[in-house]
């Protein structure tokens, strides 16, 4: 054993966990946590079965187990064992099981006792992966339930070992240790605004192959900007080893990248993040570092997982920094501005609150716990995220409409794949595709494999002939995930029929079944209501239907980057199930719309008239619109009567609550609002009984009878009111003003054409005032009508002067 700055709290540490069922143990990069720890534990009293370690990356688990078997002068498969997805070795004699954290979530769905196993260690809490939060929240519950001797131990570099000490309970120990403190020198480099990243980071490992001593750790985003730099570096460095290090290279190439070069040769290892912890790569002394990280973050409003780029957090600065000074001296090269290094968020965000949480929850929900806030989190999931998974689950019918796992989510949950590759691959095991739905699966999940480009049957028929090591081990996973889904299913494996590949991806993914919406196969929508965009140079562009499998960019936008052209016929045949036939009553703006459609989710198939819709509907619909709007629907003047007259029931709140009394039977057997404004009257009239009418009409008669014998609406409406426009000579005679109740009626005269001359509310006053002038005035514009000096003593009459005259004699 290596003498490791872990040994000196080591005794610490197994006195805490003698004691207790927790700890927390904070120790620095390269303080050796990750492969000292384990065996430390193995001849503990209490520790009688296995030690499991969980590892954030398929890269890190193996070669934790390799490095602590080396350290015990075994082979890996011995005492010291692995499981990741594509590799695996572990024996009877096996005591220390290195695992990824979504195995190990597996592990303890399937087993909740976690029976055999007397401890759990997670390494590299801090990088905060939705399975390292899940399988620790699962394992403390055990804890708590099922197994008080069951050790729980985290540990990191950077977390908050008081927050993690909270969460485990029970008074857990915090420990901390110190690292190996060799010196690390930081060379700013500043950023080139407009130049790629690629070509970036090739001139700042050139300057620091040539200045510097020791092996070279470059981090990059990504494979795609890995690959790049590689090909310039190779042109520019030809003596140079250079390694690309990333989930996606075969265990042999990760193998060559950790370790020395067995003929002395200087290495360049061009990484993405995973090599950010865990990991010691001999003989590495020197760091580049681009400053950018990429990760998957789940868009609701698209219903997809994309990729990310983000400038890397001052946290995940501080690891890259600290792998050139594992082993001595080092010097880590920065792709950024000192002054701007402040600027960077402290950490990266925990996975739970940028991710899909469909798998957590189905994974809950086989736990049986259906609310996700009993279990101990350091963030509770965002309830936003909860519900978008629960609806995904159900459309899956994974989940219930309580929320509760049904016998279809069971038999996902039983598959290692998230809830719709799962969903995928038992359809197909259920027609005899299988393995083709499983190998489509892990198409999605696996980048690289069957190359690039959108078309995964292209990508499908180039991984089928691929023989590289990493297309057979994937090749063998898929079998072993179609061989586990059949015996789920009673599926014999076989079919005289073949699937097509869409039919398979759209079983587990139904909500992204699109359609394309215009003739360049730019557009295109899917069942589930999203919009996507396609390169319309693509072959898929020329498809009528998709499958889409997965797409890049935000919810307005995002771009297919990987689907199956879907023929109608088969859509027809194998989904059919998911092709409804409804009855669709739709608002025009002006009328209701009566049609049938075939519908897939959002998408209609045909359409067309509706010769028998449901007349109900059709009339709740008239009456929905008709509250819109229903001020300008009332007859203003009745309600205004009603409103002076103190009638309740024609108020607007009251008619808005009584709609089925007298609006809808106006609307039966109608498409339209235009309703007759006499019949609506009577409706509302037909509302008050008689002491109500008879209210109406003594408080706010509708008409003013005029002395001449003339009739006149009178007007509700308006500041003014009650008021009535009528020719001043129908008004001759009159001494007395008119009134209404107790408000002298405001008379609106006008002259013999119709013209107002003027508005009183004191016809006495009037006559004996202004009548004078008006009647100088009127006089001669009307002379052929009566202008008296006293009309009060006149007798009314709209005649003319002669006409009156005759009349008298």
Sequence with gaps: MPDLPIHTVLPELLDALRERSGAVLVAPPGAGKTTAVAPALLDQEWCSGLVILTSPRRVTARAAAERMAQMLGEKPGETVGYLTRLDSKRSAKTRILVMTEAIFVNTILGDPELSGVSAVLFDEAHERHLDSDLGLALALESRAVL??????????????????????????????????????????????????????????????????????????????????????????????????????????????AIRR??????????????????????????????GLSRRAEFDRAAGTTHLVTHRASQAAAAQRAGRAARQGPGVAYRLWEQAGHAGRPAFDPPEMLTADLAPLVLALAQWGSGDPGALGWLDPPPAASIAAARTTLQALEALDGEGRITARGRQLAELPLDPQGA??????????????????????????????????????????????????????????????????????????????????????????????????????????????????????????????????????????????????????????????RNQVLRWTGSRVEARLERRLGAITLASGPDPSPDPQAIVDILVEKAMDKLATILPASLTARAHYAGIAALGHDTLAGNTD??????????????????????????????????????????EFTSPAGTTHMIVYE???????????QALFGLERHPMVGDTPLLLKLTSPAGRPLQATRDLPGFWRGSWNDVRKDMKGRYPKHRWPEEPWSEQPSLKTKNAFSRSQS
């Design 147 to 256: 197994r008080e001797d069951l050790r729980v131990l985290v540990m990191s570099a950077t977390i908050d070992g008081a927050r993690f000490a909270d969460l485990l309970g029970g008074a857990a120990q915090a420990i901390e240790s110190e690292g190996r403190a060799f010196p690390l020198r930081i060379a700013w480099q500043g950023s080139s605004p407009g130049v790629p990243v690629e070509d970036a980071m090739t001139a700042a490992i050139v300057t620091a192959w040539r200045a510097e001593d020791g092996d070279i750790l470059a981090f990059l985003p990504g494979v795609r900007e890995i690959e790049r730099t590689r090909e310039r570096l190779e042109a520019r460095l030809a003596e140079a080893l250079v390694l690309p290090l990333h989930g996606q290279v075969d265990p042999a190439a990760q193998r060559a």
């Design 261 to 290: 070069d067995s003929q002395g040769r200087r290495r360049i290892v061009l990484a993405t993040a995973i090599t950010e912890t865990s990991l010691t790569l001999d003989g590495v002394s020197v760091v580049v570092d681009s």
């Design 423 to 580: 969903a995928s691959v038992l359809f197909g095991a259920e027609h005899g595709a299988g393995e083709q739905a499983a190998r489509l699966a892990l198409l999605l999940q696996e980048r690289g494999l069957g190359g690039r480009g959108e078309d995964l049957e292209a990508r499908l028929a180039r991984w089928n002939t691929d023989r590289s090591p990493r297309a057979e081990a994937s090749r063998k996973l898929a079998a072993r995930w179609a061989d586990k889904a059949n015996r789920l299913v009673g599926g014999s494996g076989k079919s005289a029929n073949s699937v097509p590949p869409a039919v398979l991806l759209g079983a587990g993914r139904p909500e992204f079944i699109a359609k394309r919406r215009d003739g360049s196969g730019e557009q295109w929508l899917t069942a589930g209501g999203r919009g996507f965009m396609l390169d319309p140079t693509s072959p898929l562009a020329r498809a009528d239907f998709l499958v889409i499998g997965d797409a890049q960019g935000q919810a307005k936008g995002a771009r297919i980057t990987a689907a199956a052209a879907l023929a109608e016929d088969d859509l027809e045949r194998w989904l059919g199930d998911r092709i409804h």
């Design 718 to 728: 308006g500041d003014d009111a009650p008021s009535v426009e009528v020719r001043v």
């Design 661 to 702: 009394q007298w609006l809808a039977p106006l609307l039966s057997g109608r498409r339209d609002l235009d309703l007759p404004r006499g019949k609506l009257t009577e409706a509302l009239l037909g509302l008050l009984d008689w002491d109500a009418r008879q209210r109406l009409d003594r408080r706010a008669p509708r």
